[in-house]
């Protein structure tokens, strides 16, 4: 365990010591008498022995927090600034998840809206410092977990059994490549010596829109403990989840759509040897929704089914050498299957009332990651103490794709006036799309440095090597950051860093060619015809790695009454990024180049303020800026027939500020609380003919507002502590609006729909004996 704070107390002066990589500190020699060790790490509970030896080898154990006790003499570590802590980190304890408020509290990808510098668009995809989601690396204990073709966070885990979640955004490590927007990084619990059972929602609610009848059930199971004591132990997490949809606008029939969902993750971990720990893992994801994208304009007829499953199995291997080295040796896979299936083979149309007919699209795509990794730790005495780190990785991706498109007929809406009036506005053919397979190799390797010049600076300069089998040119990437403890008492440090990441090659794009061309003809109101034909190409040999340059400072102060600030300002900017531009001008022949440019910056501030027995207060206000100077994303299912534009990105929020805390209320209750407030997203408007009308930033979707209290009750009935809560999300009942119309000349431009509504949630949790 890193990071650990370790105090000796005796008969001369207090000694400090910070573990290292493996988690040893090393004290000088102690004077005769009686001697006091503390240990300490936040999310841990505090370790004492009140007589140590003055001399030899001592082993710990740190045991996470956990809610339910076995017994009542353990206190918390106190937050504290780490000032071994360079990298820009934000954090999300498993506690915390489960404190947070917010809706669909069985996705953690939800929670990820409460971290600061983390925003979720309306697909829940999460966007680290204003970059596209697939710039972002996202591990799961340790293993990069990124949908491998188009970068998407798609992997589910139940968020019962996240032990912490980790974001970083600059002055990260060498160790870390391929994000150029940061790291995410999802930690899973293991068992311990104790047998462990939890369970969350296990009680169905129901609804009435057509009558009384099932609304929905989506229960969470955990249970860990020992195989063999002291040496090997075991962790399950099963969720859940099945949704009856009903939307009673539509006719008798028509309204209803169940979708159910189950996940599993299963751990092992084992001290095979004194020097050995060998932690294996296995992760199961299925999905099964009768009808995709349901709505009052999307009748089950004109919906496709949609049937996905991700598979996430690893390996690895610690092992501890004399002189406190430590190598790590793993191995990973991951697959991501999704097949969607129209309900029939009837013409698809759209109408102004809505689409008709059944569902244009068949596909049935594959994406797979072979990974194996390595990380060799040691530590060297040099002027400071030196944590040296070298590593590699190896990954083999695959995509494989195949779709069958139908025609698509698009209608006007002719008013009663115009009797010359066209109903036909668009025809739209697809060709191609047979069985094909991407494939892409990746190689990496690293050195990085920690040196402790003095107990109060250290630096961290770092150098990373990437290749991969696409772009085949050999990616170095410089690093350097640092902190310094200004004051004696550790409560002010400076963290300030510069570093270069390039951007792993987008798979999905790289395959854009081979999943067909389009031909579409557009009738204006007369009836005259214009045809476009819509190709996408790849030229290898041409291409460039994306290229970010991140500096960043920050300045953390710890104010009176246990209250943490922290501000910090930083600033990515990036150069040949992966783009579809128009090869002609007005044609929609697209060829994939370098010639995106990103920017963005933030300036953020947080404050903290944690009380004891797990309570807490925070608020976080972030100013930034998202832009990119060719902004639009071409797809051959998402047609826009307009050469790229500037502007900021559809996630771009220019002020925003969440806040999110836990307090204590009178007779056991406790209230806990959400709160985001942000501008709103940015988008383009299209014309009838899918053109660009006005680019993304002119308008925006209404400020977003939600303010999600909750009460909850623990106590103790039939032998078993339980934890019943209920609350409003969107308390104020704010018209939170998440569709527009944006296509100019409908009678409906600029309306907005889907609004967020409030909403009464309960939740009962099963926490087992204390």
């Known amino acids: 365990m890193p990071a650990a704070r370790v105090l000796l107390q005796g008969p001369t002066s207090p000694i400090h010591c910070e573990t290292d990589l493996v988690g040893k500190c090393q004290f000088p020699p102690l004077s005769t008498g009686n001697w006091q060790l503390r240990a300490e790490k936040e999310g841990f509970y505090i370790f004492t022995l009140p007589a140590v030896q003055t001399s030899g080898t001592l082993g ?91 970068g998407q966070l798609l992997a589910r885990v139940s968020t019962d059994a996240l032990r912490t979640v980790n974001v970083e955004t600059s002055r990260m490590p060498a160790q870390y490549g391929k994000g150029p927007a940061g790291v995410l990084g999802l930690e899973t619990g293991i068992g311990d010596d104790h047998y462990r059972f939890a369970a969350t929602n296990f009680f169905p609610s129901f609804q009435n829109k057509k009558g009384w009848t099932l609304d929905k059930v989506d229960p969470r199971f955990t249970v860990s403990g020992p195989i063999e004591k002291g040496k090997m132990w075991f962790f399950d997490g099963l969720d859940g989840e099945y949704d009856n949809i009903i939307i009673p606008d539509l006719a008798a029939g028509q309204y209803t759509n169940h979708v159910w969902r189950a996940g599993n993750i299963a751990k092992l971990q084992a001290n095979v040897t004194p020097r050995d720990i060998l932690t294996t893992s296995f992760l199961v994801n299925r999905l099964h929704n009768d009808h995709l994208n349901f709505s009052t304009l999307n009748p089950p007829s004109a919906t496709p089914e949609d049937i996905e499953n991700v598979y996430i199995a690893s390996i690895k291997d610690q092992h501890s050498f004399s002189g406190e080295r430590l190598l790590e040796v793993g191995f990973g896979l991951n697959q991501y299957g999704l097949k969607q299936v129209p309900t029939g083979s009837s013409p698809y149309a759209l109408t102004p009332d809505g689409a008709q007919g059944n569902f244009y699209l068949r596909s049935q795509t594959t994406a797979r990651r072979w990974q194996g990794l390595t990380n060799l730790y040691i530590p060297r005495q040099w002027h400071g103490r030196h944590d040296l780190m070298f590593g590699a990785d190896f990954d083999r991706l695959s995509y494989d794709q195949i779709f069958q498109r139908s025609p698509i007929t698009a209608y006007r809406d002719c008013p009663a006036t115009s009797p010359t009036c066209f109903p036909k506005a668009r025809d ?159 044609s929609s022949d697209f060829l994939l180049q370098n010639t995106r440019e990103d920017r963005y910056y933030a300036l953020k501030f947080d404050v903290r303020r944690t009380f004891l027995k797990r309570y807490i207060v925070t608020g976080s206000y972030t100013r930034s800026s998202a832009h990119s100077n060719q902004v639009l994303d071409y797809s051959l299912d998402n047609l826009i027939i307009s050469p790229q534009v500037s502007g900021p990105y559809a996630w771009d929020a220019p002020n925003r500020f969440i806040s999110w805390g836990l307090l204590p209320l009178a007779k056991g209750f406790d209230f806990a609380y959400s709160l985001e407030a942000r501008s709103g997203f940015p988008f383009a408007t299209l014309n009838q003919q899918q053109q660009l009308f006005q680019p993304p930033g002119v308008h925006r979707f209404p400020w977003y507002f939600t303010l999600n209290p909750h009460l909850e009750k623990r106590f103790h009935a039939l032998g078993f502590y339980w934890a019943l809560r209920g609350g409003f999300d969107n308390i104020t009942n704010r018209q939170n609006a998440y569709v527009v119309n944006n296509i100019a000349g409908s009678p409906q431009f600029l309306t907005f729909s889907a609004f967020d509504r409030r909403a009464f949630t309960a939740r009962i949790r099963f926490l087992g004996r204390k």
């Not at 106190?78 to 954090?91: F, R």
């Not at 697809?430 to 990496?444: L, M, Q, V």
């Not at 961290?460 to 089998?469: S, T, Y």
């Not at 970010?548 to 920050?554: E, M, P």
């Open 60 to 150: 710990i154990n740190l045991t996470h927090q956990r809610e339910v006790r076995e017994t009542v003499n353990v206190v918390e570590s106190p937050p504290a600034i780490d000032p071994s802590q360079v990298s820009s980190q934000e954090q999300l304890s498993g506690i915390d998840i489960t404190n947070i408020p917010y809706p669909n509290t069985r996705d953690y990808r939800y929670a990820l809206n409460f971290i600061p510098g983390v925003v979720l668009d309306q697909s829940a995809q999460p966007h680290l410092a204003g970059a596209e989601t697939y710039e972002t690396l996202v591990l799961l204990d340790g293993f990069n977990v990124s949908q491998p073709a188009n």
């Open 428 to 586: 739209s053919q697809f060709f191609g799309g047979g069985p094909s397979t991407t494939y892409n190799s990746e190689a990496s390797s690293y050195f990085q440095d920690r040196w402790f010049a003095t107990s109060r600076l250290l630096i961290e300069p770092g150098l990373r090597f990437d290749w991969d089998e696409i772009v085949r040119r050999a990616l170095f990437s410089p690093r350097i950051a640092g902190t310094y403890v200004l004051d004696s008492s550790g409560d002010t440090k400076v963290s300030a860093g510069l570093g270069v990441t390039y951007q792993a090659t987008n798979l999905f794009l790289a395959a854009a060619p081979f999943a067909g061309f389009r031909k579409d003809t557009f009738y204006d109101i007369n009836g005259n015809p214009t045809t476009f034909v819509t190709t996408f190409a790849v030229d290898r040999s041409a291409l460039l790695a994306p290229r970010f340059l991140n500096w960043s400072i920050a300045v953390e102060r710890k104010l009176p009454a246990q209250i943490f600030l922290k501000t910090e300002f930083m600033q990515r900017n990036g150069i040949h990024g992966f783009v579809f531009n128009t090869i002609r001008p007005a």
